[in-house]
């Protein structure tokens, strides 16, 4: 089993090295194989995803990716910049179904700025397409254009669009998973304005016909940014494009409080995947010992689940991770008075440990 | 001075008739004329933006909206359905700025999902620019495609469009609100990804230079979102597109969990505004003495300041609210135990009484 460890840049090495002392103390046996990525791509390869770092992600069975971003290349072209390697990933691996879960450990509760009845126990996933949309729509561009007045006036436009096929694959992606959960998905668009919504909701209840045990509800985006604020546990799976995908993903998981804990997959159609921390790079934070790595370690998990077939294995990591938050243990981000602060190499050792 | 007054569906009319009786109260004289809108507007006319109610709002000062929409119009084609009758109105009177206050009033901090100390004494200003953007842009539409396998499949498509002069002249409203407020103004994009927002901030950077006294910063929609969940406080005026600034202000409004308490203007580039409550037209409570006029009584203030030139009438409405909430009036809404509940009609009685 061929494993492409991208760890990136700044908390990236680390946090990954503990999700990868995690998985070796597994019996399992896996071949690890790191590349450059991010702006380590372009330190060594003068580009974020280097040709040799995107064939062993092709050739490998899953990716391990940490995280990529740094201040350093804040100032380089967009088309250089670490976050364009992710993009890249995404594409040519045409890994086009994105799992969130937001779930608030109960331990955690305190953590979130809402309020512990609103947010304790919560459990969801956010199922967000991400290969098409107007992430990668053509035409799209800057050009020159005639004001009101006349005049020359430049212009920025982008392309959103989905075909029926992208919108199917996704969907019964979300209807699965809602399946294996409490059968209920809410698919978020924006019909009363775009027609690319249209089209998505008149697909996705098309496709609702072969899941007639999940009940099928739908929200305009900016009504689910209001209920993910006011009743979060309200939802169970909600599956939605990949722009307002990100959005709603990235505050679903803000409304737990500890980013640091949540995980993510990056699927394509067959078992290929990438597997990454919800969470940034936080260069401020690198090479300290303070990160967090349970959201890597938690992604280990999902890649053994969703990539490697191995589910009794991620069910293991799961359980252990659970084990050292009932411990006490807790790294600076999640640290409350009465818990007991670790660093990112001890939480690693502890999970290790709890393994067993 | 002519109003326009569009009540519309719902809970729009008994709102509305609250917001005209303190408008009247005022030593104003005001000529109101009231129009059919939205389902109110296809049940007499065919179309939820009748012409001649286009007319009047053309012709008018200011337009006092209400609300629209009602489960009796959901089966109508898009383009007959309450809501098309708001992008008529935004598009054909070029309101291009839309403000929208997200404010917690301290005796109401308890109804907000999120803890006290996070948003009690919220006050932040979303300016979403409001007649561009993904909303208007051309081509769009549902069109044939091949797909993967060379069969024909829809395809929906959408396009994301702004101009320098857009984006510069929505940029100079939020750089002037913010004059007026803390001088911190976060402009929102996905410069990361899309050309639309390249531009977008390359515009706003540019208009920056005009309001040294301002400091600006900028964030990705997904970032705002989470911070937004964070520590709202943080914020004083955003700025954004069209799409996002749906998304984004009324995920604001909810954190105040008051929804019932927020107003909006939305600004063409001459005095014209229309005005109206944040909310919507809840057909649910609608005729029965329940719905919350505070936030329509709001919007006759900001029509006052921004249309009418009436700044001291203006803040006379806002003082007027404020007191009656620390009389321990509230309707259903925002009840808590030790309050006292009152109807539709006594809340507008009582703001009148109160401008005494
Ligand atoms: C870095 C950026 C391009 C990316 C996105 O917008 O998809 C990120 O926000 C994410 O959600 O993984
Ligand atoms: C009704 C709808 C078209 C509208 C919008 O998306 O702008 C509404 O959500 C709003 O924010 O006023």
Redesign the interface.
Known sequence: TKIAVLAGDGIGPEIVAQALKVLEALDVSFDFEPAPVGGAGYAVAGHPLPAATLALAQAADAVLFGAVGDWKYDTLP?EL?P?QAI?GLRKHLQLFANLRPAVLYAELASAS???PE?VADLDILIVRELSGD??F?QP???RL?L??AFKD?????????????EVRRIAQVAFQAAQKRSKRLTSVD???????????RETVIDVARDYPDVELSHLY???A???????PKAFDVIVTGN??G??????A???T?S?GMLPSASLSAGHKGLYEPAHGSAPDIAGQDLANPLATILSAAMMLRYSLQQPQQADRIEAAVKKVLAQGLRTADIWTPGTHKVGTQAMGDAVVKALA
Chains 1, 2 share one sequence.
């Open positions: 967009r910049r976050e993009l700025s809402l309020k609103i107007i992430y729509g799209r561009g800057i254009v004001d009101g006036c430049r212009e920025g436009f982008d392309t959103m669009r989905y075909s029926e096929s924006k019909a009363n304005v775009l027609e690319t919504s249209q089209l998505w985006v900016d009504n940014a209001m209920q993910l604020v006011r009743a722009l307002f990100d959005i709603l993903s990235d505050q998981a803000m409304l409080g980013i």
